[in-house]
């Protein structure tokens, strides 16, 4: 193989995406070794190579085909779509899968004192952001004329300084906002960490190796809510027992040896089990309740 037969991914060097990043791929199996200066790291179990980023350069390493795929929040990715749309080209990347970490949002936020009703507030206004092509076409949905104040860094403090009224920020705890006795006021974008890819898929080895990535992906992401739940119950209140999981699995049933109508039951759910969802199963006549982790997942 020659050196660009690789797959190449994109990922945050070091923030907030960083360590689930790396935590994804070891769950697809794929192991690195780390180059000196950090910032390279060779795939050692699959021709899968990682560049090391800020994740803002991520979309554009796609577009330019330095990389094929990237790790990298929604927010980063929509922003630069909407950018490249502006600028008159085609984006060059967008969204395969939604990762499921890293979840925040991007908001606007106002000063604690001021009594956020509707966007009709902010007209004539100032907002500082580093995201002006996402707020912007949030603006304009919202029918509001309002000034954008495009910053690189440091939005927070904006309104303090006297260069804005208000900001549109990621939001994850919410520390950084109340730290600047700012509080949201209203969403703008739902974020999570998404796999990026380009506008087209490589058609040659690389292309079979982000299926496979897609697949093991997926697995894993299936895999972290999935549950394997066992009991025991009479035959009679199987039907009443499995309604009461989340999404109604199909149940494996197993007849009990001298015990003409129980049954042992196991079943594979995609979603939390509560002790809510115990209690009520065990009022259903379950008994012998076994709740356990998947450790692996293939369809
Ligand atoms: C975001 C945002 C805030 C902070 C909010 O920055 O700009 O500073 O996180 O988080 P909180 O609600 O938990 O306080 P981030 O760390 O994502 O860095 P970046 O936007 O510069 O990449
Ligand atoms: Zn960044």
């Not at 037969?5 to 995406?17: E, H, N, T, V, Y």
């Not at 001298?258 to 594979?268: C, P, R, S, T």
Request: proline share 4%.
């Amino acid at each position: 193989m020659s050196a660009r037969d690789r797959l190449r991914i994109a990922i945050q060097k070091s923030g907030r995406l960083s360590d689930a990043s790396l935590d994804l791929l070891a769950r697809c199996g794929l192991t690195f070794r780390r180059s000196r200066d950090k910032l390279f790291c060779f795939g050692e179990t699959l021709a899968v190579d990682l560049l090391l980023v800020r994740d803002d350069d991520v979309p554009n390493m796609i577009a330019e085909g330095v990389c094929d795929l990237g790790i990298v929040g929604r927010n980063v990715l929509d922003e630069q779509f909407l950018a490249a749309g502006c600028a008159g080209q085609p984006a060059g990347f967008r969204e395969l899968r939604a990762l499921g970490f890293g979840r925040c949002r991007l908001a606007l936020a106002v000063p604690q004192e001021f009594q956020y009703v509707e966007p009709a507030q902010l007209g004539g206004k100032r907002i500082a952001t580093t995201y002006p092509n996402l707020l912007a076409k949030w603006l304009e949905r919202a029918g509001v004329d309002a000034g954008i104040v495009s910053l690189s860094g440091s939005v927070e403090i904006a309104p303090r300084l006297g260069t804005a009224d208000f900001i549109c920020d990621l939001v994850s705890s919410g520390a950084t906002l109340a730290a600047n006795q700012l509080k949201e006021a209203a969403v703008v974008l739902e974020s999570e960490a998404v796999l990026a890819a380009g506008a087209t898929l490589p058609g040659d080895e690389r292309g079979e190796l982000i299926d496979m990535l897609l697949r093991r992906i997926d697995g894993v992401i299936q895999v972290r809510a999935s549950k394997l739940v066992m009991w025991h119950s009479p035959r009679s209140a199987l039907e009443e027992i499995t309604r009461l999981l989340p999404n109604g699995p199909r149940p494996t049933v197993t007849s009990i040896e001298g015990l003409e109508n129980e049954v042992a039951v196991q079943a594979i759910c995609n979603e939390a089990i509560t002790w809510q969802h115990l209690e009520d199963m065990k009022r259903a006549g379950a008994r012998q309740m076994l709740v356990l982790p998947v450790e692996q997942m293939l369809a």
